[in-house]
């Protein structure tokens, strides 16, 4: 029973499954049907109709609608019930659409459906006759199959629409082509609106559909298709402009400026073109950007920014920091020349920023970027990097007058930035470099700067080639700093020998231009001569006047030159004499004399005669010439004898400095000698060498020896040099000769022991040969200071027979008998004076105080008494006494000087005596000592005073005492006060000296108040105090003044801006810039300094 109903129910779901499955496929028919018939009709519709956008518009919505319903209807609603989910038809509903097909077994299966729905619904006892009628049934019904109801022919009739329909839309295909992908493109676009095609249309050439705001955007349309139209215009929303025509069928319009989107159509006629749109894009721009400069921090510049400037020239290694204020930028890049890497701005606001360290040369591209636009290029520029050049420097040198060894210098240096350190820098035969600094100022880059220096200040050995130079180093900080050096310079230090020879050779010329000069003095005298003689007898014509007078102005400035010549050898040779360290102080004030002589030999009087000569010969007056002739070859004798004498005393005095050579070059090699004798034995290589090389200069010492001595025997009144020297000199070859015979039998120490002996010898060979001079020396002055006092007696004598004869000839008339003995006395006087005149040269010539002081005066005298009778014997009284008086002056004047001359004599020769100090000057001058023992005494007769009245002793001992105190201070008093007038204490000392005399005022003053007391014993020891100080003062003083007798060459290197001239303009230079308050950029600051150092220059 069980079974037979499960197969009915069985039978009905495969019956209601195969019911879905064709509804499913008449379904899927449907739907192709009808979605191609829609397909066709809307395709066909729109080919043809061109349908509105509203309108396709529609379609298109509907056309979802309608797929969506037709798909659920005839597709999902079946595959649903297929698979059994939801709703789907019951056993009933399948039994009615079976009825359909088997109408007779309707009611029999409704019966047996509904039978076997309460089958189970009742218990099996009760209805078991209910379940037999309901099997029976179920067997009437078996046999019919219940699927046959479902026919899926029945379906077939829809492949025929199916057909018909794909039949349709081939064939309209075949013919219209076309029309699906048109109708379906526009459908598809169902915003865009398009129009019928007409006989052409309108194709944008190049068409993007965007412009970059704020440009010109030029729009080019042509025309294709059958018809060509003449005109085209573009439509906007309020507005038509036509079209520029290019050719027949290509059309332009430039729309300008763009700043927002447009849209337009294009119409020729009838015929609109679809609408397009040009979208405005923003390009990336830069409205601002600054550059920051930062340079290095020892270029010491400000902080520079450059505005929208993008080439800039910076100093190596500057910081740029570059800022840009963009318009539509997003992002953006710098690309630097030396580098393939982009360098990324960075991004600050709406500002994009850069920062880099320039060290070189370089270009840089800058890249923008937005949406629209990736790395749009917006401009390029150039970094121009200032290397940090090398300084620059420039020396000039000059050579100290006084010192061979002593230059002085002026550079100047120049830099962009400026400099760390300057230096002076030498260099002696592969010797390390010395180096000196120089102060400079650091912050100015242009500038100069003085140094000096004695080469004899420092210890090179003779035969030394020092190089020497400066350096300059600029404050570059990137880099370092870079140096500079001047040219180089060499200084040759020559040896004794070298500097001998150099000395005497100068000294020859110098004595060779004096007898030039004296030669050519004696040339212009003869000349003088004939042309007094042409003018006075007119023997010669104008024009050998005029050829005698050129002649004798020739020989002048001949004469001017030699003796400048002579000046400046002169002056050579002190230099030379100065840089061997001569320190002898009486050879030295020798010099000078000399030197001032020399300097002062053309005599301004005959200069002015000169100049009045020439004058009166281009009028060629004969009295005048005549005249002036005379007077001018007197004082161009004069001028001979003062050349004369100075030639001697240069003879006598280079005679003394030869020696002084001589002898300091024989002790330098004694002591070379005795030196090379200590050395080892071991180096008997070296000691023979030695002994061979001081062979050599002993030779050499005794030619240059003998040509002193052969000079010496030339000159007036030699010097005396001992026969004993020619004995020592034998000895002293003979001891070499034994040394030589020593080393080549090759015992060395032998040897080496005779030569410490030979430089014994040297040695006391050198002190004789200096004892004979300096004894020599001292004989000479003592004769002359005799002499000198022999003649100064005569010159007084001579003084008062001419204060007679004056007063004679005042007594008498020239008609007066008596008149001519007068003028055969004033003769006698002229002879007379002619004596003490030719002994006062021959003086002058041993005694350079002597030359130096009376001058050309004697001349003078001379010349007076010649007018003196000349005036006279012409009857000219007035005239003559008035020469008379004249000598009288001169005369009195001449014995000042040597009476000063005497004194200086006498000083000079008890200097040369030992044991001379100042302050215990023999002949009874007051001392240090002597006030200090005074000083002394005074404090215990004062401590006597005081203790008396202390002890009530005031009676007439104490007065007596006090009498003899105040009496002994006065005279203190009075020596100190003559110390004070005698000067060359010193500023220190003299300044001491003038308290103790106020302290001494003081005491007086208490002594006359009776104010006596022990605070008077306390000044008394002040007293003492202040002479102790004095004392040392003034021995200071005397030191100092010693070692600037030995170190002055140096002292006069100590300025050498004044040797430059240079001070007055370097103290403009520095105001002018250092308190100028005007701000120069650097390239004008430079400008300045350079301005201002040629300026110095010029």
């Given at each position: 029973?069980?079974?037979?109903?499960?197969?009915?129910?069985?039978?009905?779901?495969?019956?209601?499954?195969?019911?879905?499955?064709?509804?499913?496929?008449?379904?899927?028919?449907?739907?192709?049907?009808?979605?191609?018939?829609?397909?066709?009709?809307?395709?066909?519709?729109?080919?043809?109709?061109?349908?509105?956008?509203?309108?396709?518009?529609?379609?298109?919505?509907?056309?979802?609608?309608?797929?969506?319903?037709?798909?659920?209807?005839?597709?999902?609603?079946?595959?649903?019930?297929?698979?059994?989910?939801?709703?789907?038809?019951?056993?009933?509903?399948?039994?009615?659409?079976?009825?359909?097909?088997?109408?007779?077994?309707?009611?029999?299966?409704?019966?047996?459906?509904e039978l076997t729905e309460q089958a189970e619904q009742i218990n099996q006892k009760e209805n078991s006759l209910l379940l037999a009628s309901i099997?029976?049934?179920?067997?009437?019904?078996?046999?019919?199959?219940?699927?046959?109801?479902?026919?899926?022919?029945?379906?077939?009739?829809?492949?025929?629409?199916?057909?018909?329909?794909?039949?349709?839309?081939?064939?309209?295909?075949?013919?219209?082509?076309?029309?699906?992908?048109?109708?379906?493109?526009?459908?598809?676009?169902?915003?865009?609106?398009?129009?019928?095609?007409?006989?052409?249309?309108?194709?944008?050439?190049?068409?993007?559909?965007?412009?970059?705001?704020?440009?010109?955007?030029?729009?080019?349309?042509?025309?294709?298709?059958?018809?060509?139209?003449?005109?085209?215009?573009?439509?906007?929303?309020?507005?038509?402009?036509?079209?520029?025509?290019?050719?027949?069928?290509?059309?332009?319009?430039?729309?300008?400026?763009i700043n927002s989107d447009i849209s337009f159509r294009l119409q020729s006629g009838k015929v609109i073109s679809e609408e397009f749109k040009i979208?405005?894009?923003?390009?990336?721009?830069?409205?601002?950007?600054?550059?920051?400069?930062?340079?290095?921090?020892?270029?010491?510049?400000?902080?520079?920014?450059?505005?929208?400037?993008?080439?800039?020239?910076?100093?190596?290694?500057?910081?740029?920091?570059?800022?840009?204020?963009?318009?539509?930028?997003?992002?953006?890049?710098?690309?630097?020349?030396?580098?393939?890497?982009?360098?990324?701005?960075?991004?600050?606001?709406?500002?994009?920023?850069?920062?880099?360290?320039?060290?070189?040369?370089?270009?840089?591209?800058?890249?923008?970027?937005?949406?629209?636009?990736?790395?749009?290029?917006?401009?390029?520029?150039?970094?121009?990097?200032?290397?940090?050049?090398?300084?620059?420097?420039?020396?000039?040198?000059?050579?100290?007058?006084?010192?061979?060894?002593?230059?002085?210098?002026?550079?100047?240096?120049?830099?962009?930035?400026?400099?760390?350190?300057?230096?002076?820098?030498?260099?002696?035969?592969?010797?390390?470099?010395?180096?000196?600094?120089?102060?400079?100022?650091?912050?100015?880059?242009?500038?100069?700067?003085?140094?000096?220096?004695?080469?004899?200040?420092?210890?090179?050995?003779?035969?030394?080639?020092?190089?020497?130079?400066?350096?300059?180093?600029?404050?570059?900080?990137?880099?370092?700093?870079?140096?500079?050096?001047?040219?180089?310079?060499?200084?040759?230090?020559?040896?004794?020998?070298?500097?001998?020879?150099?000395?005497?050779?100068?000294?020859?010329?110098?004595?060779?231009?004096?007898?030039?000069?004296?030669?050519?003095?004696?040339?212009?005298?003869?000349?003088?001569?004939?042309?007094?003689?042409?003018?006075?007898?007119?023997?010669?014509?104008?024009?050998?006047?005029?050829?005698?007078?050129?002649?004798?102005?020739?020989?002048?400035?001949?004469?001017?030159?030699?003796?400048?010549?002579?000046?400046?050898?002169?002056?050579?040779?002190?230099?030379?004499?100065?840089?061997?360290?001569?320190?002898?102080?009486?050879?030295?004030?020798?010099?000078?004399?000399?030197?001032?002589?020399?300097?002062?030999?053309?005599?301004?009087?005959?200069?002015?005669?000169?100049?009045?000569?020439?004058?009166?010969?281009?009028?060629?007056?004969?009295?005048?010439?005549?005249?002036?002739?005379?007077?001018?070859?007197?004082?161009?004798?004069?001028?001979?004898?003062?050349?004369?004498?100075?030639?001697?005393?240069?003879?006598?005095?280079?005679?003394?400095?030869?020696?002084?050579?001589?002898?300091?070059?024989?002790?330098?090699?004694?002591?070379?000698?005795?030196?090379?004798?200590?050395?080892?034995?071991?180096?008997?290589?070296?000691?023979?060498?030695?002994?061979?090389?001081?062979?050599?200069?002993?030779?050499?010492?005794?030619?240059?020896?003998?040509?002193?001595?052969?000079?010496?025997?030339?000159?007036?009144?030699?010097?005396?040099?001992?026969?004993?020297?020619?004995?020592?000199?034998?000895?002293?070859?003979?001891?070499?000769?034994?040394?030589?015979?020593?080393?080549?039998?090759?015992?060395?120490?032998?040897?080496?022991?005779?030569?410490?002996?030979?430089?014994?010898?040297?040695?006391?060979?050198?002190?004789?040969?200096?004892?004979?001079?300096?004894?020599?020396?001292?004989?000479?002055?003592?004769?002359?200071?005799?002499?000198?006092?022999?003649?100064?007696?005569?010159?007084?004598?001579?003084?008062?027979?001419?204060?007679?004869?004056?007063?004679?000839?005042?007594?008498?008339?020239?008609?007066n008998p008596k008149y001519v003995e007068m003028i055969e006395k004033q003769g006698d006087l002229k002879e007379e004076y002619a004596l003490i005149?030719?002994?006062?040269?021959?003086?002058?010539?041993?005694?350079?105080?002597?030359?130096?002081?009376?001058?050309?005066?004697?001349?003078?005298?001379?010349?007076?008494?010649?007018?003196?009778?000349?005036?006279?014997?012409?009857?000219?009284?007035?005239?003559?006494?008035?020469?008379?008086?004249?000598?009288?002056?001169?005369?009195?004047?001449?014995?000042?000087?040597?009476?000063?001359?005497?004194?200086?004599?006498?000083?000079?020769?008890?200097?040369?005596?030992?044991?001379?100090?100042?302050?215990?000057?023999?002949?009874?001058?007051?001392?240090?000592?002597?006030?200090?023992?005074?000083?002394?005494?005074?404090?215990?007769?004062?401590?006597?005073?005081?203790?008396?009245?202390?002890?009530?002793?005031?009676?007439?001992?104490?007065?007596?005492?006090?009498?003899?105190?105040?009496?002994?201070?006065?005279?203190?008093?009075?020596?100190?006060?003559?110390?004070?007038?005698?000067?060359?204490?010193?500023?220190?000392?003299?300044?001491?000296?003038?308290?103790?005399?106020?302290?001494?005022?003081?005491?007086?003053?208490?002594?006359?108040?009776?104010?006596?007391?022990?605070?008077?014993?306390?000044?008394?020891?002040?007293?003492?105090?202040?002479?102790?100080?004095?004392?040392?003062?003034?021995?200071?003083?005397?030191?100092?003044?010693?070692?600037?007798?030995?170190?002055?060459?140096?002292?006069?290197?100590?300025?050498?801006?004044?040797?430059?001239?240079?001070?007055?303009?370097?103290?403009?230079?520095?105001?002018?810039?250092?308190?100028?308050?005007?701000?120069?950029?650097?390239?004008?600051?430079?400008?300045?300094?350079?301005?201002?150092?040629?300026?110095?220059?010029?």
């Amino acid at each position: 029973m069980e079974n037979n109903r499960d197969i009915f129910i069985a039978k009905l779901d495969r019956f209601i499954r195969k019911h879905y499955q064709n509804l499913l496929l008449r379904g899927f028919l449907l739907c192709i049907v009808l979605l191609l018939s829609y397909f066709f009709l809307i395709s066909f519709s729109e080919y043809f109709l061109y349908l509105s956008v509203a309108i396709r518009t529609t379609l298109i919505f509907f056309s979802v609608v309608l797929i969506i319903v037709l798909g659920y209807q005839f597709l999902i609603r079946p595959i649903i019930g297929l698979l059994k989910i939801g709703k789907r038809i019951s056993y009933r509903q399948a039994i009615d659409i079976i009825s359909t097909h088997f109408p007779d077994l309707q009611d029999k299966l409704i019966n047996t459906l509904e039978l076997t729905e309460q089958a189970e619904q009742i218990n099996q006892k009760e209805n078991s006759l209910l379940l037999a009628s309901i099997n029976q049934r179920i067997e009437s019904v078996k046999i019919i199959p219940f699927r046959n109801a479902v026919s899926f022919k029945a379906n077939y009739k829809y492949l025929k629409y199916l057909f018909a329909i794909a039949t349709v839309i081939a064939l309209v295909h075949f013919l219209i082509p076309d029309m699906y992908s048109n109708s379906m493109e526009r459908l598809v676009n169902y915003r865009t609106k398009y129009t019928p095609l007409a006989d052409f249309s309108f194709e944008l050439d190049n068409w993007t559909g965007r412009a970059v705001k704020g440009s010109n955007f030029s729009l080019k349309a042509r025309t294709e298709g059958k018809y060509i139209p003449n005109e085209v215009y573009l439509l906007t929303d309020n507005s038509r402009f036509l079209m520029k025509k290019e050719n027949s069928i290509e059309f332009s319009y430039l729309f300008r400026n763009i700043n927002s989107d447009i849209s337009f159509r294009l119409q020729s006629g009838k015929v609109i073109s679809e609408e397009f749109k040009i979208t405005v894009i923003s390009k990336p721009g830069i409205k601002n950007f600054s550059i920051s400069i930062k340079s290095p921090t020892y270029t010491k510049l400000p902080l520079r920014i450059e505005k929208n400037i993008g080439d800039v020239s910076v100093p190596e290694g500057s910081e740029l920091k570059w800022v840009f204020e963009t318009d539509f930028s997003s992002t953006g890049e710098l690309i630097f020349s030396d580098s393939l890497n982009p360098s990324p701005l960075i991004l600050d606001g709406n500002r994009l920023q850069f920062s880099r360290k320039i060290r070189k040369q370089n270009s840089y591209r800058i890249y923008l970027s937005n949406k629209e636009f990736d790395r749009e290029t917006y401009a390029k520029y150039n970094v121009d990097v200032v290397p940090d050049l090398y300084p620059q420097i420039k020396i000039a040198s000059i050579q100290d007058s006084l010192i061979e060894s002593g230059y002085y210098f002026r550079g100047q240096i120049k830099d962009d930035y400026g400099f760390s350190k300057l230096r002076f820098v030498y260099e002696a035969d592969n010797l390390p470099p010395v180096y000196i600094p120089i102060s400079l100022n650091r912050n100015l880059s242009a500038q100069e700067f003085f140094f000096s220096f004695d080469f004899a200040s420092e210890n090179f050995q003779e035969g030394s080639n020092v190089k020497y130079y400066f350096e300059v180093f600029d404050n570059d900080g990137i880099n370092g700093a870079k140096k500079a050096s001047s040219e180089q310079f060499n200084y040759y230090i020559p040896d004794s020998k070298q500097l001998y020879d150099l000395n005497t050779a100068v000294q020859d010329s110098i004595g060779s231009k004096i007898n030039q000069s004296i030669q050519l003095s004696e040339s212009i005298q003869q000349d003088i001569l004939r042309m007094q003689k042409n003018t006075l007898d007119g023997s010669a014509e104008k024009w050998q006047q005029e050829q005698l007078l050129n002649e004798i102005g020739n020989k002048k400035k001949q004469l001017d030159d030699l003796l400048q010549e002579v000046i400046q050898e002169n002056q050579r040779k002190n230099r030379l004499m100065n840089s061997t360290g001569m320190d002898d102080p009486l050879l030295m004030e020798k010099q000078k004399q000399i030197e001032d002589l020399l300097e002062k030999i053309m005599d301004p009087e005959l200069q002015k005669l000169f100049d009045e000569f020439n004058k009166l010969a281009e009028d060629l007056k004969s009295e005048d010439i005549n005249k002036l002739g005379n007077k001018l070859k007197m004082s161009v004798d004069d001028f001979q004898k003062q050349l004369d004498r100075n030639l001697q005393l240069l003879e006598r005095y280079e005679i003394e400095v030869r020696v002084q050579q001589l002898t300091d070059r024989i002790n330098k090699l004694a002591e070379e000698q005795d030196k090379s004798a200590n050395k080892n034995r071991k180096d008997s290589e070296k000691i023979m060498q030695d002994q061979k090389l001081g062979e050599e200069k002993w030779n050499e010492l005794k030619e240059d020896l003998k040509d002193v001595l052969d000079k010496n025997s030339s000159i007036q009144k030699p010097y005396d040099f001992d026969g004993d020297l020619n004995d020592l000199q034998d000895e002293i070859d003979e001891m070499i000769q034994e040394s030589n015979q020593f080393f080549e039998n090759n015992k060395i120490g032998k040897g080496a022991k005779n030569m410490k002996k030979t430089s014994t010898k040297q040695k006391s060979f050198a002190q004789k040969l200096n004892d004979n001079i300096a004894n020599s020396t001292s004989a000479q002055m003592t004769a002359d200071i005799g002499n000198l006092i022999r003649l100064m007696n005569n010159l007084i004598e001579f003084s008062f027979q001419q204060e007679e004869v004056l007063n004679g000839f005042k007594r008498i008339g020239y008609l007066n008998p008596k008149y001519v003995e007068m003028i055969e006395k004033q003769g006698d006087l002229k002879e007379e004076y002619a004596l003490i005149q030719d002994s006062l040269i021959a003086l002058s010539t041993r005694s350079p105080q002597v030359a130096s002081l009376i001058g050309n005066r004697i001349f003078n005298i001379e010349n007076e008494l010649e007018k003196v009778i000349t005036e006279a014997s012409e009857r000219r009284k007035i005239q003559a006494a008035t020469a008379q008086q004249k000598v009288l002056t001169d005369v009195n004047e001449l014995s000042v000087f040597l009476l000063e001359a005497l004194k200086q004599m006498m000083e000079q020769m008890a200097n040369t005596m030992p044991g001379d100090q100042m302050g215990d000057q023999k002949g009874g001058q007051p001392s240090f000592s002597g006030l200090k023992s005074d000083q002394k005494s005074l404090k215990k007769m004062l401590e006597e005073l005081i203790s008396d009245m202390k002890n009530g002793k005031s009676g007439k001992d104490s007065k007596e005492k006090l009498g003899k105190f105040l009496q002994q201070q006065e005279m203190y008093r009075q020596n100190l006060q003559e110390m004070l007038q005698n000067g060359g204490l010193g500023n220190e000392s003299e300044k001491i000296l003038r308290e103790v005399t106020k302290m001494l005022d003081q005491m007086e003053s208490d002594i006359s108040n009776f104010s006596i007391n022990s605070n008077m014993i306390l000044r008394q020891n002040r007293i003492f105090s202040k002479l102790l100080e004095a004392e040392n003062a003034h021995r200071e003083k005397d030191f100092d003044k010693k070692r600037e007798s030995k170190s002055g060459n140096i002292l006069k290197l100590s300025n050498p801006r004044e040797i430059f001239e240079y001070k007055r303009v370097r103290t403009d230079f520095e105001g002018v810039f250092y308190d100028s308050n005007v701000k120069l950029f650097d390239y004008y600051n430079k400008l300045y300094l350079d301005y201002m150092i040629k300026l110095n220059n010029d």
